[in-house]
């Protein structure tokens, strides 16, 4: 188990030196010249000097391997740079704004596992009637729906047609609910859905005939047996719509005029405030790694067969 | 095959909804009253009428030519990036798995690196530098969601390359690219057509979601992402000019997922 952690955690940081270097050259592609930029934000009309005299002072004069060194020092530092927008360092506005996602993701994840785990033991569990085919119908929906029209349409009946929330509600718990839901429900749909497939397809196995010729109910073996088998794929999807669901709060988030991290990125790119976009994408793929490697150490815990098949003894 | 799809009805559904909207987005100057840009402001807001089937919206354009030509968008982006997508994970994935080795040790690590952005968050940080525009979006798509396809493409070759049809040809003689090209890659192309043609529609919702933020496509355009994020501003006096282009979008990717889901079922029976 140790030496398996062990391995995954040289893998994060191969993996982590790699984001770093990917997201350096996302913020380099730009066409944008970085120093005039700033000579533009900071002075009104700024001379050809001026600007060179920029790039000497913040390093872009320097060789791209070199900037990158630099960059990711300050990066270790905890400096991730001043944006151009707010003119905060950009840290302390991600650290600001980065609650706010994070709780409307938790609740989200909350309803996903309350939907997820009932529903799909529910229609696996009367498989073809007809709960199960009036579930497939909601699911295909939830999973072809644009998130950000389910948000519109729980404004409009929620907050405007039948007025049980406010249009614009940060701050109580209260207001974490719709944005919440809008961010389960399309997730929710696929987990459902795929929930519901590896049930049935651990049915057949001898695991569950051997639980039956002991003479255990049918409900008590898929209550206890499958769900515990079909969990490992389930973990690994759970921890991964976490990372999904920070990314798409972009979107969530400027619906209901929620003041996340998701919509600090958005205003930022519509901006060009690159320190900014790099930042959060930075920490939103820092966080998507953590995660992963999380979901992995949590399959461990619950199966460790995976140890034997990887060969991690 | 093709009369199995006949047989079945959720396939059936599926495809005749992805027709409907392939016949709207063909035909759509024949179909569409009037012209999607005409800005008529004498008519702003108006209510259905023989003229306007849908009413009109804020510069009292009509809103049903505006959906209309929307298919257009709508499709004419996502398929050309779903046919890139493909043509790159095929290759790379193929290539991949089947020479093994350290090319495969180093597959590995980039694809962990990628995936370790959410895709969304990579065409974000990617408009974000190129800027915006049509072309913009679509190359921050393929950069972003190529490795998530190379890497199931990667998975079907390797359970495919150890059959023993394939040691046997190997020991006849045939070369390597025949054997990827006349041998895995039919073999494996059920399972494609099927990752991809689920993989559609959420590719759809993707950008339909950019043009909504603002990002790829300019204001204005009858993009169906792109009429919703310009209705909200009349969220409580005008919500149909909001529900119409959310009813295409869920329309279209609906009978994208449904017949994916389908042929699923078809190509795999045992595992629903």
Redesign the interface.
């Given at each position: 188990m140790t030496r398996y952690i062990r391995n995954k955690f040289i893998?994060l940081i191969?993996?982590?030196i790699?984001?770093t270097?990917?997201?350096f050259i996302?913020?380099?592609?730009?066409?944008v010249d970085p120093a005039e930029a700033f000579a533009r934000r900071t002075i009104l009309n700024p001379t050809t000097e001026q600007v060179e005299n920029l790039r000497e002072e913040m390093g872009f004069n320097l060789p791209v391997h070199i900037q990158y060194l630099n960059w990711l020092r300050n990066c270790i530092k905890g400096d991730l740079g001043i944006s151009l927008l707010t003119k905060n360092p950009v840290i302390y506005d991600i650290s600001k704004k980065l609650p706010a996602t994070l709780s409307i993701v938790s609740l989200a994840f909350l309803w996903i596992i309350a939907i997820t785990l009932p529903v799909s033991i529910l229609s696996a569990l009367s498989k073809d009637n007809f709960f199960d085919h009036i579930m497939r119908m909601i699911t295909?929906?939830g999973?072809?729906?644009?998130?950000?029209?389910l948000g519109?349409?729980m404004?409009?009946v929620f907050a405007?047609a039948i007025p049980i929330f406010d249009v614009v509600a940060y701050g109580d718990f209260k207001g974490l609910i719709l944005p919440s839901l809008t961010l389960a429900i399309p997730i929710a749909s696929s987990s459902i859905r795929l929930l519901r497939?590896t049930i049935?397809?651990n049915m057949n196995k001898d695991f569950v005939i051997y639980a039956r010729a002991r003479g255990i109910s049918r409900n008590n073996i898929i209550c206890k047996h499958i769900l515990k088998n079909s969990m490992p794929p389930m973990v690994t999807v759970f921890c991964q719509n976490i990372?999904?669901m920070?990314?798409?709060s972009?979107?969530v988030e400027?619906?209901f005029s929620w003041p996340g991290i998701g919509r600090h990125?958005?205003d930022?790119?519509?901006a060009?405030d690159?320190p900014t976009?790099?930042a959060?994408?930075l920490v939103?793929?820092i966080i998507?790694?953590l995660l992963?490697l999380f979901a992995d150490v949590l399959n461990c815990a619950i199966n460790p067969k995976i140890l034997q098949e990887t060969g991690g003894f | 095959m093709l009369k199995k799809i006949y047989k079945n009805k959720q396939a059936m559904v599926g495809l005749i909804m992805i027709f409907i909207v392939l016949f709207i987005a063909v035909f759509a100057p024949i179909i569409a009253i009037n012209d999607p840009e005409e800005i008529n402001p004498m008519n702003k807001f108006v209510k259905t009428s023989p003229h306007y089937p849908l009413g009109a919206d804020q510069l009292g354009r009509c809103v049903f030519s505006r959906l209309v030509y929307g298919a257009r968008y709508s499709l004419g982006i996502s398929i050309p990036t779903l046919f890139i997508l493909a043509l790159i994970s095929i290759s790379i994935g193929t290539i991949s798995a089947y020479l093994g080795g350290r090319f495969d040790d180093i597959f590995s690590?980039?694809s962990?690196?990628?995936m370790?952005?959410?895709?969304?968050?990579?065409v974000?940080?990617?408009?974000?530098?190129?800027?915006q525009g049509i072309r913009n979006i679509v190359a921050a798509v393929v950069f972003s969601m190529w490795v998530w396809f190379a890497k199931i493409v990667r998975s079907f070759v390797l359970m495919e390359k150890n059959k023993e049809y394939i040691i046997a040809s190997k020991i006849a003689g045939c070369s390597d690219y025949k054997i990827i090209m006349s041998h895995i890659i039919p073999n494996i192309l059920p399972s494609l057509i099927v990752c991809f043609s689920t993989g559609i529609?959420g590719l759809m919702?993707m950008i339909?979601?950019f043009s909504?933020?603002?990002?790829g496509i300019e204001a204005g355009a009858a993009e169906w992402?792109s009429m919703?994020s310009s209705g909200?501003a009349y969220?409580?006096s005008h919500?149909s000019l909001?529900?119409y282009?959310?009813i295409c979008?869920?329309f279209t990717?609906?009978g994208?997922?449904?017949f994916g889901?389908a042929l699923r079922d078809i190509i795999s029976p045992?595992?629903?």
């Open positions: 893998g191969i993996v982590l790699g984001v270097i990917l997201s996302f913020s380099n592609i730009s066409s295909i929906i999973i072809s729906i644009p998130n950000f029209w519109f349409l404004l409009v405007i497939a049935l397809s990372g999904y920070i990314a798409g972009a979107i400027n619906v990125l958005v930022a790119i519509i060009r690159l976009i790099n959060c994408v939103i793929a998507f790694v992963n | 690590i980039i962990d690196i990628f370790a952005f959410p895709p969304l968050i990579v974000l940080s990617l408009v974000g530098a190129l800027g529609a919702l339909s979601g909504f933020l603002g990002l992402g919703l909200r969220l409580y919500p909001i529900v282009p959310g979008i869920l990717a609906a994208f997922n449904l889901e045992k595992e629903v």
